[in-house]
């Protein structure tokens, strides 16, 4: 049985830099194809793709916040490590991490961890 | 503003047919990449509901039903019940943005 569970701050302040750990169980990242993903969703609002990370290392990034992030892997720890920087009161949002499969959907969800941004 | 469209909201009585669509273009779906369809209850993370355009994933009953054409892709809800009342997202990749996921804007599905 597959299973993600973030861990973080839940309140940040505005310029301070996120950071975002995805611990899981029930697959190893370095099976081919798979990958974790972060995607988040402001109150109210639609989902948004943040970055994902494969099995080889390979990263990829949303082009409006490569600048901002950063992601990394752990599989010793099987966990995967997700910073944004200079946070701003407009990323307010639940994040989640997501197992991708080689057919490249989110298989499995984490419960997602509700971060505010706020002096 | 995505580049996968999505009807804000549908609405349909218990018992009938509803379809989303997800409108996108060449560099997207209309390059053949699979689209993916989510489901997502207030206050609960997205759970897969179609994988690949039209597989249902795991316990997802029949009623659920994926296609596409040229440019776009449509979920499909047949024998509508009260707890299909959620909100339902595409995923799909796309070629001209160069990532590997993008995400539409959501459609709230209610029933009547």
């Known amino acids: 049985q597959i299973t993600l569970k973030e861990s973080g701050p839940t309140l940040v302040k505005p310029t301070e830099t996120l950071t975002l750990t995805c611990t899981f169980s029930?697959?190893?990242?370095?099976?081919?194809?798979?990958?974790v993903g972060w995607i988040r969703q402001p109150p109210g609002k639609a989902l948004e793709w943040l970055a994902l990370?494969?099995?080889?290392?390979?990263?990829r990034y949303s082009p409006s916040l490569q600048s901002r992030l950063t992601v990394t892997k752990d599989t010793s720890k099987n966990q995967v490590v997700l910073s944004m920087a200079n946070m701003r009161p407009v990323d307010t949002a639940k994040y989640y991490c997501?197992?991708?499969?080689?057919?490249?959907?989110?298989?499995?969800w984490s419960q997602g961890t509700l971060v505010t941004v706020s002096s | 503003q995505s580049v996968l469209t999505q009807p804000p909201s549908v609405s349909g009585a218990p018992g009938q047919r509803v379809t989303i669509s997800c409108t996108g273009n060449?560099?997207?779906?209309?390059?053949?990449?699979?689209v993916h369809w989510y489901q997502q209850f207030p206050g609960s993370a997205p759970k897969l509901l179609i994988y690949?355009?039209?597989n249902r994933a795991s316990g997802v009953p029949d009623r659920f039903s994926g296609s596409r054409s040229a440019t776009s892709a449509s979920l499909a809800i047949t024998g509508l019940q009260a707890e299909d009342e959620a909100d339902y997202y595409c995923?799909?990749?796309?070629?001209?943005?160069?990532?590997?996921?993008?995400f539409g804007g959501g459609t709230k599905l209610t029933v009547l």
């Open positions: 995923q799909c990749s796309d070629s001209r943005l160069s990532v590997p996921v993008v």
């Open positions: 060449s560099s997207n779906i209309g390059a053949g990449y699979d």
């Open positions: 690949s355009t039209n």
């Open positions: 029930g697959f190893s990242l370095v099976t081919n194809a798979v990958g």
């Open positions: 990370i494969y099995w080889d290392d390979d990263k």
């Open positions: 997501a197992y991708r499969d080689n057919g490249g959907s989110f298989l499995v």
